[in-house]
């Protein structure tokens, strides 16, 4: 903001000394006596009036400006905003990590007591023998109040183009009784294994099994002519494109 500029016009009163001059001058013309007579016949030699110096006139003291504004406090520098390089970028937490399904990996089946339904199904009706057998055992288990300590499993046979025989298996923690028709007590298959991660429908474990078919193909790999499948998602419960199932393959 402008300060205005203030200035003070200094006034003074000056007598000029040139009429101060001739007026004492004029007096002492006036006022001086006749010469004496005896002195009428020198001749009369007048000192010239010695005109007075005016008194110096003492200036009228220059008026000070008035005080002007104090100074307005300069604003404090804004501190600047740090640029976007200054800026450390606050630490984000890392995603976590997503690890890829497992596929091919190298097993070891456990053999496991289980209560086994036996079937045949072809290959248009699949999945819903499957869940029939699961169905039949599950059944024979609540009935007798005995809870599974392991997921349940399918464990195919024999295949051909027509259908397949199969073994649903339920691992339990005690023989059941009245077991039903095409039911019995066994255990599961165990030894080497490699493992792979099926999710999604069944009917898309086509391209799953076609992968598999790849990959022993490729590493010259020789399975038994057997696969296990591990329903790691209740199959009576789990929507059928939610399913998870462990894929393993026996070896020789």
């Not at 016009?9 to 000029?16: S, Y």
């Not at 456990?110 to 036996?118: Q, R, S």
């Not at 869940?131 to 195919?156: C, E, H, R, W």
């Not at 429908?201 to 399975?223: C, G, P, Q, R, V």
């Amino acid at each position: 903001m402008e300060r205005p500029c203030q200035f003070g016009l200094t006034r003074v009163g000056l007598i000029p000394a040139l009429v101060l001059t001739l007026g004492i001058a004029g007096a002492s013309a006036q006022t001086a006596p006749d010469a004496s007579k005896d002195a009428k016949d020198k001749p009369s030699v007048s000192a010239p009036a010695q005109a007075t110096p005016a008194a110096p006139s003492t200036p009228a003291p220059t008026t000070p400006p008035a005080a002007s504004e104090a100074p307005t406090a300069a604003p404090a520098p804004a501190t600047p905003a740090p640029s976007a390089a200054e800026t450390p970028a606050a630490p984000t937490t890392p995603a976590p990590v997503q690890t890829a399904d497992p596929f091919g990996e190298e097993t070891t089946l456990e053999p496991k007591t289980v209560v086994i339904f036996k079937g045949k199904a072809n290959w248009d009706n699949a999945f819903d023998s499957l869940m029939d057998a699961f169905k039949s055992l599950t059944v024979l288990l609540d009935k007798q109040g005995i809870v599974p300590n392991g997921n349940p499993m399918i464990v195919y046979t024999s295949t051909d183009d027509a259908g397949f025989t199969f073994q649903a298996q339920v691992p339990v923690p005690q023989e059941p009784k009245n077991l039903g028709k095409s039911m019995s007590i066994g255990k599961s298959p165990d030894g080497k294994a490699l493992k792979f991660v099926h999710r999604g429908s069944y009917d898309n474990m086509d391209n799953t099994y076609e992968a598999i078919t790849n990959f022993l193909d490729d590493k010259k790999l020789e399975a038994k002519d057997t696969f296990i499948e591990e329903y790691m998602t209740d199959p009576l419960k789990t929507a059928e494109d939610k399913l998870v199932i462990n894929v393993y393959v026996p070896m020789k």
